[in-house]
DNA sequence: TGCATCACG
DNA sequence: ACGTACGTGATGCAC
């Protein structure tokens, strides 16, 4: 027997709403990996699948509103008039919304003039005319002016998961009216929200008392003389008009040009493909999960047919195949010392895999690997060929590097596991490592040699499928410069610099540690005297009871969790107490012992007492690199005290020096360059001091001479502020000067500087159109929090837009530099080796002899890496440690 | 695991 | 009226 029909109408626009707010304070929580929030989506497909259960219908749509002018608006200009804005945070949902319901195999439609409200109401007469029930899902009660016997008005309640039914009694049982007389209702009173305004002073109760006795608008007007001599009455003449008006925008319309056919809407079900492919582009992993059971994916991927490697078969494989997919699995993130797990091969869609990395020595596969014949696809170029150099094999060409490439395609999403990443790129098959091999003590490698090589070849299947479009996306982006000539010839300068290392002089580290454990101990000995007693002094909680409660210091500034004992605090309670320099002094040599003395001969290797570091190349948002384990990018600087740490940075071999460059103001310098400002320009190339130049502008100098240091300090600061993206406040806090002065001091920076005035408005322009900023060489930072409506989301967002085409653009400017030495120091067969990139400066361990030459070719490989409007200026030290590098 | 602190450009 | 500098990593504490 056929089911009953029924019909499912749903208010796209006012469910959307709801969804929107009741999930408003999770926000920020529900935001996806491009950056768009979802929580509007995320509720709005918990009540789609509440009403689907309950109501079991045959046929469904959601209507839309097609947009502000509507033949309301026409009839009453101010009509919805007043209403803020809908939020940019909802509105970027509801493309995405649409795409929802098209997985759930749901029509969505809009009809141009008319509102959802409209749509619905004439689908429901059309319906009920036929043998359909009705069931309206909204969040907006003038709807339920639409329930009759066959149609039922479902309206959402605060949160997305309760509804409230109204049926014509329930209706009655609410207003003692009929839902014809809603219409009457909203006619007399009005409706604050939509912005009419109905009968001056009568308001709900004055309306419900009215139609109960009257029944309707019409019938007040032909009974006007059984009504007493009163105010109200004076209004209902006086607003006559407004009232039969203000009932005709209430009326939902049922005879819209609606052109669908209720047939039509017949609903085949969940397109399940579609709708895992979106859940996955939202990031909601738990519908995932709820649709596709955990061991579901498993058995429903095919499983690949791998070829398990042993010395006895090698002679099988191919000689030069064209394309390789290649994975070295090893267990853990340290490459240089990680052991291997195994590996595996795509060679013409046939995979190899072989727990025993040592096959891969043997040829073909060494062939395969060292050839620059054969396309070698593969994720973390730099990490494979570290690992593979532990073998003995040289990889010398990549083609494809997952790794990069996706990271080109947005820097804000810096994932680093294969399975994931693939994931995000709509590549499913393939599940992350955490998932596969567990997490912290859960971690374990599978015995069963099938299970592993599975996982093992989804991750080169993975790699194939996913190089033709991601290159494809690269082009459309214009980044596949930046990629085949900056981003992947660096992925082997660093693993080269990487593997190199810097020798560690060990002893000199331990001389530090007996001198700081000595200088500590008298601190602790002094400040728990001065406390009255012992205390954990590394911990900012018990060192702020004693400080603001014991010794009843002022309190400063406060943290989340309690007083703030940062430094900037701590200076401003110098003098008040002794206990605070000895604070400051003990927190200064603290750091250093632990950080800098044990932490780094904790890492320094048994094998050739060296550090070797590893560059994140795809983590930062600007391009930036970022060094971990140990972090050589941080080694202290400023302070004597700990600048002597360099001191136990020194050659690999005696008679060998270490030799440093490092840019001159790069940052600035490409602000002059992307701003065009013809002043900051001509001072580069006057090649003048610029903080002290930029002082005399905004002091209004006429000579240098004027300049005291003070100045120069204050302008410094200033030109590091524009190039963090200003704020008075921010400049203010930095150099200890009223807001106000801050204010000016900004103000007459751009009188000066027009040219990077009208930049700053500019690239902020910008970022609001096209969604993001990039650097010179084309790298991509997206931005979608610009348009937030949140004042702090969307000035951080801008800052950062004035911020990263700077930043970025330095360290793409770095990057060139760093390719080109790597090759001419090859080229001139010197023995000279580049170590280190701290941002803007290379660190290089030569021989003396070559000391020389390195003064010459360095500076100049830098300041040309590429030509900008105004001069690179590079400096140059040498010396037997980092230290005496200055 | 998150927070506060502090090292660098 | 809002509340703020940009980009990182390591350490130790407290939950």
Redesign the pocket.
Known sequence: MDKAKKLLLIDGNSVAFRAFFALHQSLERFVNHDGLHTNAIYGFKKMLDNILTQVQPTHILVAFDAGKKTFRTEKFSDYKGGRSKTPSELSEQFPYLRKLLSAYGITSYELADYEADDIIGTLASQAEATDFSVTIVTGDRDLTQLATKKTTVAVTQKGVSEIELYTPAHVQEKYELTPQQIVDLKGLAGDASDNYPGVTKVGQKTALRLLHQFGSVAGIYEHLDEIKASKMKEHLIEDQKVAFLCRDLAQIRQDAPVEVQINDLKWQGKNQPELISFFEEMDFRSFLTEIQPENQPVAAIEKLPVKVLQESNLADLPTQPAVVSFQLEMNGDNYHTAPFIGFTLAVDQVFYAARNVELLKSPPLKNWLESSQVKIDLFDGKRTLVGLQRLGIHLSAVDFDLLLVSYLLDTSDNSNDLGKLAQQHGYTAVVSDEEFYGRGAKYQIPSDDQLLFQHLAQKVLAISKLKVPLLKKLQANQQADLYLKIEKPLSLVLAAMEIAGIKIDTQRLTEMDSEFKEKISELEELIYQEAGEKF?L?????LGVILFEKLKLPVIKK???GY????DVLEKLRGMAPIVDNILNY??IA?LQ??YVT?LL?VVSDQDQKVHTRY?QT????G?L??????L???????AE?RKIRQAFVPSQPGWQIFSSDYSQIELRVLAHVSQDQNMQQSFKDGVDIHANTAMKIFGLQDANEVTPNMRRQAK?VN??IV????D???SQ?IGISRAQAKKFIEKYFEIFPGVHDYMKQIVKTAKEQGYVETIFKRRRYLPQIKSSN??LR??AE??AM?TPI?GSAADIIKVAMIRMQRTLAEKHLQAKMLLQ????LIFEAPVSEIPILEELVPKIMDSAVSLAVPLKVESAHGNTWFDAK
């Not at 703030?564 to 430094?567: E, P």
């Not at 983590?619 to 600007?622: D, G």
């Not at 701290?838 to 400066?841: F, L, R």
């Open positions: 954990n590394n911990s900012p909680k018990q943290t989340k969790t703030s004992t940062a430094v927190r200064q750091k632990s950080t932490g904790k994140t983590l930062t948002a600007t930036r970022s060094s971990v384990d140990p972090n990018q941080n080694i202290p600087i400023r302070l700990g600061a590091f502020g963090y993206g200003i704020s406040y921010g400049l930095n004042y702090n000035s951080f800052r950062t911020n930043q701290v941002h803007d400066e």
